[in-house]
């Protein structure tokens, strides 16, 4: 079994995910396979606003005794003080769903960002999570993440942006509105990723997808590029406003990567 120390800079959060992995572990006994990161941790360029997204993958699917053990295990993170306690994002996929991408659509348990309640969903049963677990994976405890992951082509990559793109804006404002600030650099940083994603056929960080597009982009959307790489460090306020015109040239920005993906 391979372990890493110190997982992240930030001691608060290795000793969280140390106990996560351990309790984790405990209660899922011969079916836990390991811990990882993915994300922003495994990528790059995490900072105090990035959540922190985990993988705990599992040799079958959980019983019901494991399912209501980790249930109560991620309900009472989020209640602590501790800052990190509550930026736990991640699934349990089964190994098998895991390793190859005939597992896609598969639901995983699953926990969103600082909630309680952990769900059935296909969240990070993605190409990118698997590309990211298995280039960039942070392992926290178990074997090296290359070893549980087949590789995930360029082209497969370039497909699921190319997907994605065209109803990215309305999936968006299902779960947040274009009134915040933090929406609209949000959208504009992952249009960034997106478009890099599609070029260059591999995952990037935020910050990095965000240098890359002031040289990649047509120089008109520079100043929109460079305005969310300036203000990317605020993080969530939610009584910041957009700047004056910023989510209609976000709009617009969307429709160009758009096209340049078609």
């Not at 960080?205 to 969310?228: F, H």
């Amino acid at each position: 079994m391979c372990r890493n120390h110190e997982p992240t800079p930030f001691a608060e959060l290795n000793a969280v995910l140390a106990e996560l992995a351990g309790r984790a572990a405990a209660i899922l006994g011969a079916d836990f396979v390991g811990a990882y990161l993915q994300g922003s941790f495994a990528v790059g360029d995490a900072d105090p606003h990035s959540d922190c997204d985990f993988l705990i993958p599992v040799h079958r699917q959980v019983t019901g005794e494991q399912e209501a053990a980790l249930r109560a295990l991620h309900d009472e993170f989020p209640t602590r003080p501790d800052y990190w306690a509550k930026r736990l994002e991640g699934s349990y996929p089964v190994l098998a769903e895991l390793r190859t991408l005939d597992g896609l659509g598969r639901p995983w348990l699953y926990v969103d960002n600082g909630w309680r309640e952990m769900q059935w969903s296909t969240h990070c049963n993605t190409e990118v999570v698997r590309w990211s677990l298995r280039e960039c994976g942070v392992t926290l405890v178990g074997p090296p993440p290359s070893t549980l992951v087949d590789p995930v082509p360029a082209s497969v990559l370039r497909e699921r942006m190319r997907a994605d793109v065209p109803g990215f804006v309305t999936e968006m404002e299902s779960w947040i509105s274009f009134d915040l600030a933090w929406a609209q650099r949000y959208a504009v940083t992952t249009l960034c990723r997106m478009l890099n994603t599609y070029v260059e056929g591999r995952v990037t960080s935020k910050r990095a997808a965000l240098l890359w597009a002031q040289t990649a982009v047509d120089p008109r959307w520079r100043p929109l590029i460079e305005r969310a790489l300036v203000e990317r460090d605020l993080g969530w306020d939610p009584d910041e406003r957009p700047s004056p015109g910023s989510v209609g040239e976000t709009l617009e920005f969307h429709r160009y990567v758009q096209g340049r993906m078609s």
